[in-house]
């Protein structure tokens, strides 16, 4: 199965700086790869997705950029605010037929004022 | 709309006790999901089903079942709960079974086994 890694240490980031977290994956290369959001007591919800022939894909104060070659992904937060502070996933299928879903641990992401 | 909606909140069972945690999803979504969570561990699949009558087995199946007799609801079962089962669970549902497309989670259920 997949492996994803994640930096478990959390990032603090003074609000106005663009935040920058990562995900990295060994094993094989996914068809395309996810983003969460998770606030305390909540389910994750969705952000983005990116496809591997898309090297960069932007969501209002959020990009990420998909790197096949150094089997990684950068999901960045410009302009953060105290509200962007929660908890960001990263999430990638499986190999053979994506029925499965791998999630990275997260990084806790906290946006001092 | 309401979306994934789980039930209990919270729960606590003691050891050897069974109980069904509740998912339903009003979105028409052929794909549904149940993940555990605990620290340092992230999520974890337990079991999925790409449709009614259709489930398999995830990444830690062992002390769970699950059935799919419709399309909205997918119960997931504690046949006799442990306190290894202690844990945030979640059930997601999407439109797709490859997950391209966007998936929606359910606020959760807190489990403490004694």
């Known amino acids: 199965s997949q492996k994803i890694e994640q930096n478990s240490e959390a990032l603090n980031i003074q609000e106005g700086k663009t935040a920058t977290l990562t995900c990295n994956y060994t094993?094989?290369?996914?068809?395309?790869l996810q983003w969460y959001r998770q606030d305390p007591g909540r389910g994750p919800v969705f952000l983005l997705l990116?496809?591997?022939?898309?090297k960069e894909k932007r969501k209002e104060r959020l990009k990420v950029t998909f790197d096949t070659t150094l089997k990684q992904s950068l999901f960045h937060i410009t302009a953060s605010q105290p509200a962007d502070s929660a908890t960001y996933l990263c999430?990638?299928?499986?190999?053979?037929?994506?029925?499965?879903?791998?999630f990275g641990t997260g990084t806790k992401l906290q946006v001092i004022p | 709309n309401a979306g994934v909606t789980q039930t209990p909140k919270f729960q606590v069972l003691k050891t050897g006790q069974s109980m069904t945690l509740q998912c339903a999803q009003d979105?028409?979504?052929?794909?549904m999901s149940w993940y555990r969570q605990d620290p340092g561990m992230g999520l974890r699949l337990i079991h999925y089903s790409v449709g009614a009558g259709i489930t398999d087995q995830g990444e830690v199946p062992n002390g769970y079942n699950v059935s799919r007799s419709t399309t909205e609801d997918f119960p997931l079962r504690l046949l006799s709960a442990a306190p290894s089962q202690t844990s945030v669970y979640f059930c997601?549902?999407?439109?797709?079974?490859?997950?391209?497309?966007?998936?929606?989670f359910g606020q959760g259920t807190r489990l403490t086994v004694v």
């Open positions: 990116i496809r591997e022939n898309e």
């Open positions: 094993n094989y290369s996914p068809a395309y």
């Open positions: 997601a549902s999407s439109y797709a079974a490859g997950w391209e497309t966007e998936a929606f």
């Open positions: 999430a990638l299928p499986n190999s053979g037929g994506y029925q499965k879903v791998t």
């Open positions: 979105m028409n979504h052929e794909y």
